[in-house]
């Protein structure tokens, strides 16, 4: 069903785990739903400069949650906040067409952990373009 | 890729792989619920009515009698198994064409009587679908709730009977838990109301006793890949008097009830796969029961583990446990890297990740629904196969554990 | 009882069993039309997904993935068949099977539509019986008239549509008289007036070229066992778009269409044995069609012997004539002694002595259509097995003409 | 689905083929049904001394009939008339099911026959007790 890249990051996940005061925060997801990702942001001068996640779901979510985490290190808030959940599935080569909606839950813990910094810092929080993908 | 088996003794040994030979991976097969391996002598039998004695069963020459003999004694043998007569044998594409034909084939034949039909929330799509389906013909179903370890209970079979009811159907062991039903009470009220009485025992025939007189059963859906014959056959019980429409049309086939040339092979391998099932039924299934029972102990000491179903009115070969914070793909997919084959809910909905109708109607709470496991034995499984399966699914729960954000501290290996 | 066959070439030779060894009777099997043997190659392959590779394929696992990856395999080898995607292949449990779910999905699912049904008088009864079940459930069906020679005049098909039509449906090849329908001229109507076609393809499926797409077919069906594949197994090809009811309900096997689980070493062995029908198809025409007309001229040198179906356009293997003064049964039995199997009718019918409704159909008169003979070929015929047969059927027919109260005194052997 | 005694009455049939000058001659069914039988005799003093058949029809018709044939040989013509063909299906070692009706063709070929020679010689026709099985 996944291809080997895909097997690969849900095998030997890059960044998983949490980091002890992180600067930002965000979980999307329920248990009740079968997904869930929390993603834990260190922030310097506007730039990501430690991510992890941690994942309770399927192989897509997890692996998709460590791609993005990869996509997303050293990047600026904006460029991270901007990433799509198709370019973390191109850069895993690809996921079943029905798995693909796995791949919003670590967008939607991206955006959340962002606006949990920028509201920390007392700045406005970032608003969605499209619909929340919260509740995937 | 797969490998030639190594048999030992192949017909203890079915389908043992001991070992993948390019990863040197030990291969563990858990999963018999899904479906079995061919004996090697089932599919030896096969054989030759496929390339040899391959005589349409309809026709009039020598080469069709010999089918014909041949079915007519898969027939006589799963009639045994099943306390049945051969005429009331009809042999099928397996369990699901079986069950659409008992259900639909009533509902057909008794619509002028009436248009209910009383089910379980826990049966397979088999019938569920079908029922679902023929609502849509007009048709009303009621289903049945379970209790916490998936049973039906008679009493609400009774009361759920009307004036217009033409069919209870309740399968005889659940596919996902394992919870054998209480058929023979089951039938016990059908007969005395008069309604038929149909039982999915796809799951049940080979590996539990069978009796469909003492049971009361009408119809009976069985499938042969269950009970290591081949896949794509299976047989449909029909009490003799019984009358339903055909669900296949066509030729003369099955006296007239289900069309199309009979698959002799399958048929001959059905009869000979449930022979050898039933002779050796109570050995296996005292063997089976034990490395069950210690399997489940070994899964249970994981914390924060459940089990599903009934702890004793279950299938000898069943375990399904759910494990709360973590979710079933993953922990099948990391199994499967570890050369276990296992499931998570029924092999059909194991590719969508809707959580699991049985274990709902169970009440499993849906934060842990998700985290469910199932691991179902076979003849041909050991004792090293339950010591190595404990030890892969304690260290895959961990690491899932480890990487789950709704897994409390104490339960992490790092914290 | 018949005994293993000694092979010279095994994918020339299929089923060759030159002599009986016990009785050292030559066996010549003249019924290919009925079934025909699986080729040793194909039983071959699909053993190992019996015992090895036997996983469940809606699993998750690596072993289902081998069982997922072949049946990829088998439906790409049939759509290659058919000119059609994968992704229109549907597998099922045989023809009948096909023809039941095409004919009964479109009705379910149109039925809102419309409840009228085309279709001809010489269809098997896997569709005829079919209609029949749906006039019962509320469904009109009109049967097309066929020449004399087994033909449907595509004129009456267009006349025959009504706004109420929902479907056509029209046999590719008769199984009796080999009679080939004008299809793409059928699929040509039904496309104009924007009705369904469905053909059952049955008999034509590995014998002579199909293209759905040229032909303008939305869904047709297909068998297995009639093309040296297994029996038990067979497809349904359903134009992309064309949006049916199942037949079986369940669970998500075949995309959700079909549910059950799959006969992955049929599907395994049919498309297998379908791409080889297809590859060796032209060289076997041309062959068979040669040793076709040599029996053909053998047998109507026989006094009072007609031809039935069409004397060009027909299947490549078809041979049926009516002896007047005897009868079918007859026939059959004494070539069965000379180690000839052969048919009356269609196989489902030689078992009862109701007349051929294809022959009546054809206009052949009441007093001659009992004594019909259909000797079917197939890629194992060889030149000597059509002389022998020859001379048998030309011993048998004097033999029952002079045991016969009807045979005019100058065609007996003895006056 | 015949047994080996049948095969061996349809195969080598006893006393097929017609009699020159019968003294009296039978002949039931006909072709459109699939089944017709005719029976000749010669009779001396109310006894058959001698019986032929011919026989258009399936094995079971064929072996029925001949194996009647010689049931009746020698027989008084009312005894012939009497024989029932659930006795020639049991001479038979017995018919399949659904072939018994086959049998009824020799009986009401050697009806016909006895009747042809009686009203040959200016006697009264015997009645079937039950329905004709003529065209059975
Ligand atoms: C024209 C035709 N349609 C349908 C069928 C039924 O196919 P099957 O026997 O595979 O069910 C047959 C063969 O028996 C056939 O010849
Ligand atoms: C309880 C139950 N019913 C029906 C079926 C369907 O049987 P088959 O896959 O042979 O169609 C299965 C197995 O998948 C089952 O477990």
Redesign the pocket.
Known sequence: MYNEKVMDYFEHPRNQGAIEDADGIGEVGNPECGDTTKIYLQVEHDVITDVKFQTFGCAAAVASSSMATELIKGKTLKEAWDLSNSAVADALDGLPPKKLHCSLIAEGAIHAAINDYRTKRGLEAWKEKKESHAEH | MFIAPQWENPSVYLARKEYDMNTEKRLVYMDHAATTATRPEVAAAMVPFMTSTFG?PSSLYDLAKVSRTAMDGAREEVAVALGADPEEIFFTSGGTESDNWAIKGIAFAKKAQGTHIITSVIEHHAVSHTCEWLKKQGFSVTYLPVDCFGMVNPADVEAAITPETILITVMMANNEVGTIQPIAEIGAIALKHGVLFHTDAVQAVGHIPVDVRAQNIDLLSLSSHKFHGPKGVGALYIRSGVELDSLIH??AQERGQR???ENVSGIVGMGLALSLAVKGMPENALRITALRKRLTEGLLAIPKTYLNGHPEKRLPNNVNVVFAFIEGESILLMLNRRGISASTGSACSSRSSEPSHVLTACGVPLEVVHGSLRLTLGEETTEADVSYTIDAVKEVVQRLRDMSPLTPPELRSQP
Do not use: D, I, V
């Open positions: 349409n066509g030729g069309a199309g040339t």
